[in-house]
């Protein structure tokens, strides 16, 4: 199984910044695509930015320009780093990764990890 472990939130002002990492750990084959959610209190939870394993990415609209989704295969994690934070960007951020295991052809959804939260000033 997998396990995802979000970090690097924090509080910041408006038109701060912010990096979030995920570590993907367990026992698993490979990772697929991976991506990042986010979650406000009483909202369903969107899709951020998404990353193939060959590097192709996308974003949401209202964070495009200002986000940037990236991933270290090696190390199997995934960070997004967030500049000209606003907020409206306020929320608690997930990730998640569409994994290959042992002796399985075709990948599966992992688990939702924690979250970490990130809190933007106005």
């Known amino acids: 199984q997998v396990q995802l472990v979000e970090s690097g939130g924090g509080l910041v002002q408006a038109g701060g910044s912010l990096t979030l990492s995920c570590a993907a750990s367990g026992r698993f084959f490979g990772i697929n695509a991976m991506g990042w959610y986010r979650q406000a209190p009483g909202k369903q939870r969107e899709l951020v930015a998404t990353?193939?394993?060959?590097?192709?990415?996308n974003y949401a609209d209202s964070v495009k320009g200002r986000f940037t989704i990236s991933r270290d295969n090696a190390k199997n994690m995934v960070y997004l780093q967030m500049n000209g934070l606003k907020p409206e960007d306020t929320a608690v951020y997930y990730c998640?990764?569409?994994?290959?295991?042992?002796?399985?052809?075709?990948?599966?959804?992992?688990?939702w990890g924690q979250g970490t939260q990130v809190t933007v000033s106005s």
């Open positions: 990353i193939t394993s060959g590097g192709r990415t």
């Open positions: 998640n990764a569409d994994v290959s295991y042992y002796g399985t052809s075709r990948p599966s959804r992992a688990s």
